[in-house]
Nanobody
Framework: QVQLVESGGGLVQAGDSLRLACAAS????????ITWFRQTPGKEHESVAA????????YYADSVKGRFTISRDNAKNTVYLQMNSLKPEDTAVYYC????????????????????WGQGTQVTVSS
């Protein structure tokens, strides 16, 4: 399984931007679909954005559409989540997760689809 490490979280004010990164180990990174989830205390993981292994297909939750952008650089084994116009309700621990998808071009957004998870990075947005 691929190993994942998130970075880029922090404390920002409403309206600010952050870019999260999800760095992966392994030589077959392009065969993995990656999804960003977030979680707040007492709540389920919420899928935020997803990207297929080849980067062609993406998915966004309605709550972040138009504000967040997911992208990937397979040469660097990294997926990014650019978060603009942040709101206090975006405050959460953000996790990236990987699912081996081969050349399917699929993305996934259900928690049960994933076996590989990072340790999470805290994003706090103050009002």
């Amino acid at each position: 399984q691929v190993q994942l490490v998130e970075s880029g979280g922090g404390l920002v004010q409403a309206g600010d931007s952050l870019r999260l990164a999800c760095a992966a180990s392994g030589r077959t990174f392009s065969s993995y679909a990656i999804t960003w989830f977030r979680q707040t205390p007492g709540k389920e993981h919420e899928s935020v954005a997803a990207i297929s292994g080849n980067g062609v297909r993406t998915y966004y939750a309605d709550s972040v559409k138009g504000r967040f952008t997911i992208s990937r650089d397979n040469a660097k084994n990294t997926v990014y989540l650019q978060m603009n116009s942040l709101k206090p309700e975006d405050t959460a621990v953000y996790y990236c997760a990987a699912k081996r998808s081969g050349n399917s071009g699929n993305y996934y957004y259900s928690v049960t689809d994933f076996r590989s998870w990072g340790q999470g990075t805290q994003v706090t947005v103050s009002s």
